[in-house]
């Protein structure tokens, strides 16, 4: 019976080892980076008129919850002041601005957009590549040069 338990543990070890997890993105890796919207739910976005887009300003560190500032452009520009915490992006307040565009491509992104950051994302950075997904929607950005 010693000899499964040690057996068992040394298992335990080992598969933390392989296996250590993924890091959550900190506030820091995203500050002063403009990301260009690529695809939503893996289907290629391609618009004629506005590049979709999300940027990320300046901290303000409150404890171990760190604000960060969100601006970007779908149709419309929207702004807000976001917490990035364990991995989760969140702007409970985002403002926007309310035209109409003629492409209903970039209109829908306004709604998925302003769903998506208000509902809480979950941010993945590789490299220069950005994903912000719910349950139901994943749009991925490629950092601006």
Do not use: W, Y
């Not at 490299?127 to 349950?135: G, I, P, V, W």
């Amino acid at each position: 019976m010693k000899k499964f338990v040690a057996l068992s543990l040394f298992s335990l070890v080992l598969t933390g080892c392989v296996n250590p997890g993924k890091a959550s993105v900190q506030p820091e890796q995203l500050q002063s980076h403009r990301f260009v919207l690529e695809s939503v739910n893996g289907k290629a976005v391609k618009t004629s008129a506005t590049q979709p887009e999300i940027s990320f300003g300046e901290l303000q560190d409150l404890s171990l919850i760190k604000n960060i500032t969100v601006s970007g452009v779908m149709c419309n520009r929207f702004s807000g002041q976001g917490k990035l915490a364990e991995g989760e992006l969140k702007v409970k307040t985002l403002a926007m601005t309310r035209k109409l565009c003629t492409d209903p491509q970039l209109n829908e992104l306004d709604h998925t957009i302003s769903d998506i950051l208000r509902a809480g994302a979950q941010v993945d950075l590789t490299e220069d590549q950005l994903t912000l997904a719910t349950a139901e929607k994943t749009l991925t950005f490629k950092r601006a040069e």
